[in-house]
Structure formats: C-alpha cells, structure tokens
C-alpha cells in the first residue's frame, strides 16, 4: 500500500486537531489559555481523535477506499502529541504561532507538523 492515503490522512487529521484545539480554546472565554503542552493536551487529543474516528468512517467516500484506518485513535493521537511536543518536538511558543495562523488564515500545516503524523503508526493498536 503506498504512503500517500496514509500521508493524506494523517495530514487531514493534523489540521482538524489543530483546528480542533483552536475552537475548544475559543470557547473557554473564563479560562486562561494555556501556556504549555500540559495544558493543551486534553484538548488536542479530544479534538485529534474526533476527527479521526470520522475518517475512520469515510472509507466509502471516493477516493478513501485504500486509506488505512487508524486502529487505535487515542493511541495515534497521544503518539502525535508525544512527538509535538516531545525533546525533537515544536516549541510551543512555535505551536501556538501555528495554532494562531491556521485560526487566522487555514492553510497547510508546516513540515514540523507533518513529520509528526507520519512518524507515527496508524495501525498500531491499543495495548491492553
């Protein structure tokens, strides 16, 4: 199977969760906005795998029926969350820029970002 439905996937998550976290910021108007990964991370994995328990269920859509499904999307989630966020990751004054930019103006995400999503393994499943 070629990379490139998992790479479209994996991006397409990496908007949403972004997004994702941007709109559950947005709606906490009595709460500060996080200044560390710590604080984001709740809401990143919330929004990171809403979104893809959606795509999961789009493999009958044109186009997705060679995509691979995400067996576990809390553990890809906190995989992608890990590795933003991790000692290689992006600093998250870096990460909040991204997060403002992409509310502002959409657009695609940065290498960095990408990165992320691919390094991790879609069909890796949830230890039990």
Do not use: W
């Amino acid at each position: 199977m070629s990379a490139n439905p998992i790479r479209r996937r994996a991006v397409r998550t990496a908007v949403a969760a972004t997004l994702a976290l941007v709109l559950l910021g947005g709606c906490t108007t009595a709460q500060k906005a996080p200044s560390s990964y710590a604080g984001a991370e709740d809401n990143f994995l919330e929004g990171c795998e809403e979104i893809a328990k959606s795509d999961n269920g789009k493999d009958s859509d044109a186009g997705q029926e060679n995509t691979t499904k995400i067996a576990s999307p809390s553990t890809y989630c906190q995989c992608v969350f890990d590795k933003l966020s991790g000692k290689n990751g992006v600093a998250y004054s870096e990460f909040k820029k991204i997060q403002s930019r992409m509310q502002d103006e959409g657009g695609p995400l940065p290498e960095s970002f990408i990165e992320a999503y691919a390094s991790c393994d879609p069909s890796e499943k949830a230890s039990s």
